[in-house]
């Protein structure tokens, strides 16, 4: 489903929208603060931004799909750092003042008026083939969990231990680059619990107790995040019932699984009769948000995106950018989870807890 019309609010955030809903979780300035001056946030997350643009000139000089990438990488730099730079000196300048969806939006522009399309697609497409040679048997190790509780912990685990896989963050560009990722040592080795914020025993309590009809969720990156993480959680969600709903971006953005990207993965792990390892797919369904940040703001996503969801009584936005960075507080008329890696400083210290740490946010929405 591609998106042809204007974008549209996400229908199952609570009403009205334009009065209650705020995309960005942490508050960058105050209305008390002076609006020709930056605040500390502000400065702080504008040099967390500055220090992630050598990772992102390194993609982008060796980029084969542009040319001579190597002169427009460097053109990239001195053009978001001095974009940056006008938002510390001015902080309305750029459309400002900044938060995490302008920060990410004028990185995202300056990239693509210089012909970068996709950055990190060599990256991405290598991390997706490792990643779907190990799906089966990331499938066999939790199915053969029989108790229902553990056999959900481990599937959270796995979506925690897929989304370390994350080149937005300077530090986790850097560790990869050096080290490459494995998942299962990942898996044994988040923060013991309990984590920042910590519902999982609510959930698997509630998981035994109750089915979801449909259930939206928002994926975040490719490799082994979608494919060894949340791919594994829809599918225990279908051989329970329940629709799934994938919404991946529209347009590539850092190593984000874009709707055409995610759509051929499925296409290879489904078999000749529509199942996945098993499971009935059919109830499977894809669709393009309409986003081209890692970071979302729901009252803008695809009208088709808007019309799946409508009905579905679970919605899940998964990784940092779209479940803690936004929409962490975001309230839905319908049950929903907010998980992902607290992978920045910043994010930590912001919400008391550590570097790498988890966020697993359940919240019931009981119906009169």
């Known amino acids: 489903m591609e998106p042809c019309s204007p974008l549209v609010p996400f229908p199952l955030l609570t009403t009205p929208v334009e009065s209650t809903y705020r995309p960005c979780t942490i508050p960058y300035r105050f209305p008390s603060d002076d609006t020709r001056k930056a605040t500390p946030t502000e400065l702080e997350w504008i040099e967390l931004f500055r220090k992630s643009i050598p990772s992102f000139r390194k993609r982008a000089a060796e980029d084969t799909s542009v040319e001579n990438a190597a002169e427009k990488a460097e053109k990239f730099d001195q053009r978001y750092t001095q974009l940056l730079g006008g938002l510390k000196t001015d902080p309305e300048s750029h459309g400002g003042p900044p938060d995490c969806i302008l920060l990410c939006r004028l990185r995202e522009q300056v990239l693509r008026e210089l012909g970068f399309e996709d950055i990190f697609k060599k990256v991405k497409d290598d991390e997706n083939a490792k990643a779907i040679a190990l799906f089966e048997d990331v499938v066999r190790l939790n199915d ?9 912990e481990s599937l959270i685990r796995g979506i925690f231990a897929g989304n370390i896989f994350d080149l937005g963050s300077a530090q986790l560009a850097e560790m990869f680059a050096r080290d490459g990722m494995s998942f299962m040592a990942t898996c044994e080795s988040l923060v013991p619990r309990p984590w920042v ?26 490799g082994a995040d979608v494919i060894l993480g949340i791919l594994p959680f829809a599918r225990e969600l279908l051989r329970r019932g329940t629709q799934v709903v994938l919404a991946a971006n529209d ?21 000749e009769d529509g199942c996945i390892l098993g499971v009935n797919a059919s109830g499977l369904l894809i669709a393009n948000s309409g986003n081209d940040l890692p970071v979302i703001d729901l009252s803008a996503v695809s009208p088709e995106l808007a ?62």
Not at 144 to 152: F, H, M, Q, S, T
Request: hydrophobic residues 40%; proline residues 2%.
């Open 307 to 368: 019309y799946l969801a409508n009905d579905a009584d679970l919605v899940m936005l998964e990784g940092m950018g779209r479940g803690i960075e936004t929409n962490l507080y975001a309230q839905f008329r319908c049950d929903s989870l907010k998980i992902g890696m607290v992978k920045h400083p910043e994010v930590a210290q912001f919400l008391g807890g550590r570097l790498y740490d988890c966020v697993f946010k359940y919240t019931e929405v009981i119906l009169s």
């Open 251 to 271: 347009l590539p953005s850092i190593n984000d699984i874009t709707y055409h990207e995610l759509l051929d993965i499925i296409s290879k792990l489904k078999d």
């Open 144 to 152: 053969a969990i029989e108790d229902e509780g553990k056999r959900v």
């Open 197 to 222: 914020i910590d519902d999982l025993d609510i959930f698997k309590h509630k998981w035994s107790r109750k089915s979801w009809k449909k259930a939206v969720i928002f994926v975040d990156n490719s």
